[in-house]
């Protein structure tokens, strides 16, 4: 799910883009007036050989305090890369002992957490929390979060009183708080569909579905506040502008839709306000991110789609 | 000499040729062995692996078909196969279309019980292993078979005509469609959405509500397909064979054991065969053989020159049970030809 990365550049005024296909995650950089400045394809290897590539599930950068990541989860393992895919840091396989037969292996769902950590996710439902060190390739594998039972399909984090929220194929979310270790704060049951996409903005956690519907948690208490019956096919992708509170979602359906989260200053209850609607025709969207962090900007990626669509507002 | 046809005859020669071919690719495909390696839990076939086998089985009958034409079936088979995958409203539809199939196979072969029940067996097999399985299981079954077909845009003529593709190759998604999940919404983004009447069955029997995966052919349609501009984005693409064997040593073994279940009948002398060419005329078959582009030719694995490479004693083995089959391409003269034929009758 959500296929595409975006890195806004504010020193640089660069845009760098990651967009996953296949077996493969292409990296580019775009300046403001959009003319394209690099390009680098990356794949899914183990140790660097060219063993046969895996298909890589999502590419994520990991914003840090000290250093930006780029992070690939694919079939064989967990990559971590230098903001620019031009250094390997790290590799993780992931264990094939002898998996149950039938069952997929791999990891997906990557999030920056709590200023020091980068927390990926796995097929099995494991939490694999990473600590990183402000440079260099000492990257540890420190605690290994146990709760979910079904493959994970989403992690988003932020600086509050709730630092973690995880979900899975089953629809359920855990909401963790990270001091030491990670300690489980509320569990939020699934209710039929797939949860494939998470956010976690001033204590609210929003979440997309298989079915279309987008739903607002409180995250301390796990309490439903809002549900949105947002698009007629599956959400692929959420994405969130942290200094508007402006969310988007991008589904199977085609198409891009922008709102508007707010706190009401009265009653301190979860609000949400539709804003935009955007088709890309004929496309089945597989990824969606804000270029910016006011939300000024989206790009948008789809199923057989050579291209990244970005729009601006003007 | 050639004398005048007549149309009775045609048509009973036609129907019983269409019967024969029908009930040897259903047996072939459906028989245990076969069924049995193919419902084990393994990793999807390369594209390479996939069109060998589809030509064994194209191959199961006394039907030939030439390069050109068997290209552009598989053509035809992998869009409409596509578009039926892309196209599921919901990820648990996929088990539907393959629903519909095996509905429609049924339908082929209604008249022979043996055949029958081993599809229905499978039907059984099929419900056993995936009826159970999440929505989210069967979206990653949808996306890992998407990937597979990523970067196709052969343009097929009746999809053109239906509408349901553009001209650049890509198919057109409806935003407005009768089948979606959900009530009216009120956004004001153009689109409107209805809750569907009812859900497909996935008994064994049962009214399949979808209407993907039914026959695309009920109606006499034409069976073009287009080349030029299919790919467009080359960029995009990761090469098929970075490593340099062609196909890696486990998955030769997967088709091996795959292929040991098929048994493949052999025209003799005294069988009559018969070509089939989707072409209009020999000459366009020819020409289409030698301008297909490039990157869009399937290369199929010829499994009996591989032979003294393999060490394992049971892939030997398995090989050994092969019959060895006519090389399709070379074989044909104009002694196949069905009007030949039935001048001899």
Known sequence: YNNLSVLPLRDKQLTYFAAVHGSTVSLASASADGLSVSHRQLQAKE?????????????????????????????????????????????????????????????????????RFICVGTSSGLVLVFDIPSKGTNITLSEVLEEHRDSITDIASE?????????????????????????????????????????????????????????????????????VSAHARWIYALDLAPLTGKLLSGAEDSYVQIWKLSRSPDTGDIEIEHCHSECVTDTQLCGARFCDPEGNAFAATGYDLSEIVRYGQV | GKTALLPQRTALLMGSFVFAVMNDIITTMFNKKFMEELFKPQELYSKKALRTVYDRLAHASIMRLNQASMDKLYDLMTMAFKYQVLLCPRSK????????????????????????NQVDETFRQLIDMYSCLSAGEFQLIRQTLLIFFQDMHIRVSIFLKDKVQNSNGRFVLPISDHS??????????????????????????????????????????PVETHMSGASKNLASHTKENAAPNPLAKEELNFLARLMGGLEIKKPNGSEPGFRLNLFTTDEEEEYAALTRPEELSYKVINIQATQDQWQNEELARIMGEFEVTDQPSQSTSKGDDLLAMMDEL
């Open chain 1, 159 to 227: 600086d509050g009183d709730a630092d973690l929220v995880t979900a899975d194929d089953s629809g359920a979310l855990c909401v963790w708080r990270s001091k030491e270790e990670f300690s489980l704060l509320t569990k939020i049951s699934a209710f039929g569909w797939t949860c494939s996409s998470v956010k976690l903005w001033n204590g609210v956690i929003a979440a997309g579905y298989g079915n279309g519907q987008i739903r607002l948690y409180e995250a301390m208490s796990g309490a439903l506040r809002a549900t």
């Open chain 1, 47 to 115: 140790g660097g050989l060219a063993v046969s590539a895996s298909i890589v599930t999502q590419a994520s950068w990991c914003v840090l305090p000290s250093r930006v990541l780029l992070v690939l989860t694919s079939q064989k393992g967990i990559q971590m890369y230098e903001s620019d895919g031009s250094i390997m840091v790290y590799w993780h396989a992931l264990d094939v002992l002898e998996p149950p037969p039938a069952q997929a292996v791999f990891a997906r769902g990557i999030a920056a957490a709590s200023g």
């Open chain 2, 93 to 116: 539809d996929i088990l539907l279309v393959t629903f519909n199939h095996l509905d429609a196979i049924k339908d082929f072969i209604r008249d022979s019980p043996n055949i029958l």
């Open chain 2, 180 to 221: 979606l999940l959900f009530k009216r919404v009120e956004f004001t983004n153009g689109g409107s959405y209805i809750s569907p009447q009812r859900e497909g069955s996935f008994d064994l029997y049962g009214d399949r509500v979808l209407k993907l995966g039914t026959n695309m052919y009920s109606v006499s349609r």
